[in-house]
Nanobody, 124 residues
Framework: QVQLVESGGGLVQAGGSLRLSCVVSGRTWEVNSMNWFRQPPGKEREFVAAINWNGIGQYYADSVAGRFTISRDNAKNTVYLQMNSLKSEDTAIYYC?????????????????WGQGTQVTVSS
């Protein structure tokens, strides 16, 4: 099993920044790429960003490209999401989830149980 703990969310004004963290533990050797998803209130969960095992390959949803940056520190088993120029529509619960492969885009499959997520609220 892989355990995921997200943190770093909070309340921020529009135009502000937040940095989310996701610590991965357990069967970390099964993890190749890491992904961030989010679920806005009353909406379906949606893909945000993905990063491959060495951090060189990255992919972003159009809605966040140019504002968000995904990165990872394999020595710390941690993946980050730097969020700049936040908008009210970025308000959501943010989740990280691993994949065993790398698709070059949104993950084809993920594995493991989803974590609790971290709430991001952007006030306008």
């Amino acid at each position: 099993q892989v355990q995921l703990v997200e943190s770093g969310g909070g309340l921020v004004q529009a135009g502000g920044s937040l940095r989310l963290s996701c610590v991965v533990s357990g069967r970390t050797w099964e993890v190749n790429s890491m992904n961030w998803f989010r679920q806005p209130p009353g909406k379906e969960r949606e893909f945000v960003a993905a990063i491959n095992w060495n951090g060189i390959g990255q992919y972003y949803a159009d809605s966040v490209a140019g504002r968000f940056t995904i990165s990872r520190d394999n020595a710390k088993n941690t993946v980050y999401l730097q969020m700049n120029s936040l908008k009210s529509e970025d308000t959501a619960i943010y989740y990280c989830v691993p994949s065993r492969g790398w698709s070059g885009g949104p993950p084809l499959t993920t594995f493991g149980a989803w974590g609790q997520g971290t709430q991001v609220t952007v006030s306008s």
